[in-house]
T-cell receptor, first 114, second 112 residues
């Protein structure tokens, strides 16, 4: 167990709807990254938050947005859901050592868009 | 765009054998390398990190890094059926963000 928690575990949404996924980072970890993992693929970086500010973004459209709160928990919001958004969404936290690239993943949220 | 390449497998080995998983990466400047294990339906779990050329051993796992050849491997000695999983290789996305770019993973099957 990494100490990273995510909710909900599973979610089914309809195309065009909006969804919010939540993550609590490991104690003491102030950096949270979100990844999307499609079936049979490795995780793809969506964006990262450090001290409540977005600290970089992968190749995802603006309808993917996020927040980080003062307690370092985070949300991922996806608007106008598309069928291709069906995937496992992973939250990962990183220790405060700025030289460390280690990522510790939560259990993930399985999103199905119909 | 950094790339990480892995053979998708499945790699099938008998119980007790050595499993060898391989990964190549495109960015010669990469300095950190990570192996994650992912069981079916679960999230990735960090099992090894390596930062310098040579071997790093942790229990039954050995990571090997050759920066000149841009090649990193993971050896699993005395493979067990519980080692059956997908193994993901990852390198840092870039120096500004502490995020990773992953290969698509190699599926390992250990036959009892």
């Amino acid at each position: 167990e990494t100490g990273v928690t995510q909710s909900p575990t599973h979610l089914i949404k309809t195309r065009g709807q909006q969804v919010t996924l939540r993550c609590s980072s490991q104690s003491g970890h102030n950096t949270v990254s979100w990844y999307q993992q499609a079936l049979g693929q490795g995780p793809q970086f969506i964006f990262q938050y450090y001290r409540e500010e977005e600290n970089g973004r992968g190749n995802f459209p603006p309808r993917f947005s996020g927040l980080q709160f003062p307690n370092y928990s985070s949300e991922l919001n996806v608007n106008a859901l598309e069928l291709d958004d069906s995937a496992l969404y992973l939250c990962a936290s990183s220790p405060p050592d700025r030289g460390s690239y280690e990522q510790y993943f939560g259990p993930g949220t399985r999103l199905t868009v119909t | 765009q950094k790339e990480v390449e892995q053979n998708s497998g499945p790699l099938s080995v008998p119980e007790g054998a050595i499993a060898s998983l391989n990964c190549t990466y495109s960015d010669r400047g990469s300095q950190s390398f990570f192996w994650y294990r992912q069981y079916s339906g679960k999230s990735p779990e960090l099992i090894m990190s390596i930062y310098s050329n040579g071997d790093k051993e942790d229990g039954r796992f050995t990571a090997q890094l050759n920066k000149a050849s841009q090649y990193v491997s993971l050896l699993i000695r005395d493979s067990q059926p519980s080692d059956s999983a997908t193994y993901l290789c990852a390198v840092p996305l870039d120096t500004g963000r502490r995020a990773l770019t992953f290969g698509s993973g190699t599926r390992l099957q250990v036959q009892p």
